[in-house]
C-alpha cells in the first residue's frame, strides 16, 4: 500500500512538472573533478533540446571538470532548465595560451534557465601571467558565462568565483533575469567583470553580490531597459555605463537603465558613465540612479567623458557621446577622496539634464566637494556636495 503511494506520488510528480529529466550522469559525466566531462553535458544538452516538452538538466553533487561547451540552439522546446548543485571547473590546459575568449557558452536559445550551480573559472593562472610586463602570446581569458543571441532567459542561485575575464557575459539578447547570483574573485584580479550586459533588452538584475576586481555590473552599447535593483558591488570597479564610443563605428545608444537599492562598499567608482575622448558618436540617456549607499566609495559619482588610457589616439579630442536625462536620488554615503560627485562631460557634447535631488556624500565626516565641466542640470532638496551646475 505504502509502496503503491510512492509510486503514485512520483508518477504524479513527474506528471505534474511535466518535464522530462537528464541527468548528467547518465550521460558519462564523472563528478570526481579530474575527468572530462564535456562530451557528456554536451550529450545531456543535445538530449533536451532535441526533446518537444519541457526537459530539465540534472546535475548532481561533485566536481565536473569542462573545457570550452557551447550549447547552441534553436531548440525543439522553450523550457529547458539546469538544475546545478554540482562545481563545474573550467580546464585551464596551459598557462595564458589558447585564445578562447569563452568557456560556458549559450547561443540562440529560448527559455534556458540555469538554477544554481558553482562556476569556478580558475583564473588565478592566467591573471598571475597578465601581470608581467612582457606576456607576449597571452591571451586575454576566457569569460565563464556568456548567453548570445538569446531571450527568455533566467539565471538564478548561481556562484562563479575566479572567471579569467568577465564571469557572466549578456550579449544580443531579450528578456533575461539574473538573480540571487554570487561572483566573487579578489579585488586585484584584472578584467574580472561580474556582469557585462550589451546589446540587450529588457534585462534585471537583482538581489545579487559580487565582489571582483573590475566592473561590478558594466554596461556597454546598445543596452535598452535595464534594471538592477539589490545589489551589492565591492570590491571592485563599480557599476559603469562604459566605456563607450571607441570605436570608430556609429554605436547604439544605452536607454532606460535603472540602478536602485544598492550598496557600494570599498569601491574605486559608484555610479559612473565613462565615454573615450575620440568623436565617435553615440547617446546615453533616461538614466536613474536611486536611494544607493556608498561606504568609502573613491569616485561615488563620476561622468568622465574624457577616458583616453596612457594618452594613446586620443589626445585633446572630444567625446560624441550625448549623455542626458541622468537622474542621481537619495545618495548618501561616505566618499575616500574629497570630490565625490565628478561630471567632466565633452566640450562639443555638453551633459544635459543631469537632475539631483537628495545627495548626502561626506569626506572624512564633512561635506566633499563637486566638480562640473561642460554639465547642465538641475537640483532638488538638500544636496551635499553643493551642485556645481
Ligand atoms: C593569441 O592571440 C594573440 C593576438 O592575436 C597572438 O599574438 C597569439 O599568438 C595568440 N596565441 C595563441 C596561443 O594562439
Ligand atoms: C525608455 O523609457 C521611456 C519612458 O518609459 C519610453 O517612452 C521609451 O520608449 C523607452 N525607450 C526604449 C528604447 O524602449
Redesign the pocket.
Known amino acids: 500500500m505504502a509502496k503503491s503511494l510512492h509510486l503514485f506520488l512520483l508518477f504524479f510528480s513527474f506528471s505534474s512538472s511535466n518535464a522530462l529529466v537528464y541527468n548528467i550522469l547518465n550521460f558519462g559525466g564523472k563528478p570526481d573533478g579530474k575527468s572530462d566531462s564535456t562530451k557528456a553535458f554536451i550529450k545531456a544538452w543535445k538530449a533536451a533540446c532535441s526533446s518537444t516538452s519541457a526537459s530539465t538538466i540534472y546535475v548532481p553533487r561533485g566536481k565536473y571538470s569542462l573545457g570550452l561547451i557551447k550549447f547552441n540552439g534553436p531548440c525543439k522546446n522553450n523550457a529547458i532548465r539546469f538544475s546545478i548543485d554540482g562545481t563545474l571547473l573550467a580546464q585551464r590546459s596551459k598557462v595564458g595560451l589558447g585564445n578562447l575568449s569563452q568557456w560556458v557558452v549559450f547561443e540562440n536559445v529560448q527559455g534556458v534557465k540555469i538554477d544554481g550551480g558553482n562556476f569556478d573559472g580558475k583564473g588565478t593562472d592566467l591573471w598571475t601571467h597578465k601581470s608581467l610586463i612582457h606576456c607576449q602570446g597571452c591571451s586575454l581569458g576566457a569569460s565563464s558565462l556568456t548567453f548570445i543571441d538569446s531571450k527568455d532567459i533566467e539565471i538564478t542561485r548561481l556562484t562563479s568565483i575566479n572567471s579569467e575575464l568577465y564571469h557572466i557575459v549578456i550579449l544580443n539578447c531579450k528578456d533575461v533575469k539574473v538573480s540571487e547570483v554570487k561572483v566573487e574573485a579578489p579585488g586585484n584580479s584584472p578584467n574580472t567583470d561580474g556582469i557585462h550586459v550589451q546589446s540587450s533588452k529588457d534585462v534585471t538584475i537583482t538581489k545579487t553580490t559580487i565582489k571582483t576586481g573590475d566592473d561590478c555590473i558594466s554596461i556597454g552599447e546598445g543596452t ?2 535595464l534594471w538592477i535593483e539589490q545589489v551589492f558591488c565591492g570590491p571592485g570597479h563599480g557599476i559603469s555605463i562604459g566605456s563607450l564610443g571607441k570605436e570608430e563605428v556609429k554605436e547604439e545608444g544605452v ?2 537603465v535603472t540602478v536602485k537599492t544598492s550598496t557600494f562598499s570599498g569601491t574605486e567608482n559608484g555610479l559612473r558613465i565613462k565615454t573615450w575622448a575620440s568623436p565617435n558618436s553615440g547617446f546615453v540617456k ?1 538614466i536613474t540612479f536611486e536611494d544607493i549607499l556608498m561606504r568609502d566609495v573613491k569616485n561615488p559619482i563620476i561622468i568622465d567623458q574624457n577616458y583616453c588610457p596612457h594618452n594613446i589616439a586620443c589626445p585633446n579630442q572630444n567625446s560624441g557621446i550625448k549623455i542626458s536625462q541622468v537622474m542621481y536620488k537619495n545618495i548618501k554615503g561616505s566618499s575616500t577622496t574629497q570630490v565625490a560627485m565628478n561630471f567632466e562631460c565633452s566640450a562639443s557634447n555638453p551633459c544635459s539634464g543631469i537632475g539631483l535631488q537628495n545627495i548626502a556624500l561626506m569626506y572624512e565626516k564633512q561635506p566633499s566637494k563637486s566638480t562640473c565641466k561642460h554639465a547642465q542640470g538641475t537640483s532638488s532638496g538638500p544636496i551635499i556636495p553643493p551642485s556645481c551646475f
Request: zero cysteines; glycine letters at 40%.
Open positions: 535598452v531597459g536607454e532606460n533616461g
